[in-house]
């Protein structure tokens, strides 16, 4: 972390967070990052790719004098017991989990501002909480505008997966999609049937209809070489928030760098030490900042 900002470990209910703040600031504003999909830890490592990506963002938002606090998502590094099951657990979890650290912040007293920036799901995560409790602004960085399940059906066309193996599994999420239980699941979707209704409450919530009821100031960004989200989520997010502000990088990628081709882009993936993209960054942070009341 750079020498311009202190880090506290903070604990939250059953969370584990790290709460940055800028040297000599008085009452910087704050943002909460919410990491994407999977057991993402705090940083925005997962257990296959480590790119930092929320640790790095955290660097360069405390230069530009604004405080993070970012966590550890529920599963991150094992599932606690304090957690409970992990069959239990519903998409509703994180994103109470996210309106709790909210209140914390705004319970502080600490900050001008409180901001949530999800990263890919992430952002869904933003979407729903930023209804529940009260937040100065919203930032979507590389977030889907489609519900999970489809979006994750759309990638797996993408892939070249032999139709005898691809179509049990569309199916397969279908029918979880529709309340159904797959037992026994198909070849390559290795789901449980007890962990379904779980993966369930994640694939069907659309977040189009939420983000048009926020009335705060939002910033809606997106990467042309974001091998994950498409461009026409970026462009169904910007049309349901038809007054937000608007980024499209073309040479960004999912985990926020600059990358050249597909071999770039996957080794991206597995470099904390990349920088992220500089024109996303300065965007983040004028955002953050603004005074305006609501983005042209």
């Known amino acids: 972390m750079d020498a311009s900002a202190g880090e506290t470990s903070v604990r ?20 909460l990052l919410i990491a994407g999909s999977g057991s993402t830890d705090r940083d925005g490592n997962g257990p296959q790719a480590k790119p930092a990506t929320l640790k790095k963002l955290a660097e360069q938002l405390a230069e530009r004098k604004i405080a993070t606090l970012r966590y550890d998502k529920r599963g991150a590094g094992g599932w606690k017991a304090e957690f409970g099951r992990p069959e239990d ?18 319970e502080s007293g600490k900050f001008s501002r409180v901001v949530v920036a999800g990263h890919s799901e992430g952002g869904l995560v933003a979407i729903l909480a930023a209804r529940q409790v009260q937040v100065d602004r919203l930032v979507l960085l590389v977030t889907a505008a489609r519900r999970q399940g489809d979006l994750v059906k759309a990638q797996l066309e993408r892939k070249q997966i032999p139709p005898d193996v691809l179509e ?52 809606i960004v997106g990467g042309g070489r974001d ?3 498409a461009r026409l989520d970026f462009a169904a997010l910007s049309a ?10 073309p040479d960004m990628n999912h ?42």
Do not use: C
């Open 168 to 219: 049990p599994i569309l199916k397969a999420i279908d029918s979880i999609m529709a309340g159904q239980t797959v037992d026994p699941p198909p070849r390559g979707f290795s789901v449980a049937p007890s962990m379904q209704p779980s993966l369930a409450s994640a694939f069907i919530i659309d977040p189009i209809e939420p983000l048009k009821s926020i009335d705060k100031p939002v910033l």
């Open 240 to 249: 349901a928030s038809p007054l937000a502000k608007t980024l499209w990088v």
């Open 89 to 106: 657990f519903r998409f509703k979890d994180y994103v109470d989990d996210a309106v709790a650290l909210v209140n914390y912040l705004r």
């Open 255 to 296: 985990v926020l760098n600059d990358v050249s081709d597909e071999a770039d882009n996957m080794a991206a993936y597995n470099q904390p030490e990349r920088a992220l993209d500089a024109t996303m960054v300065d965007a983040v942070a004028s955002f953050i900042k603004a005074d305006d009341r609501r983005s042209p």
């Open 12 to 31: 939250v209910g059953n969370l584990d967070a790290v709460l940055s703040v800028p040297a000599d600031v008085d009452r910087p504003p704050v943002a």
């Open 227 to 229: 091998l994950q989200v």
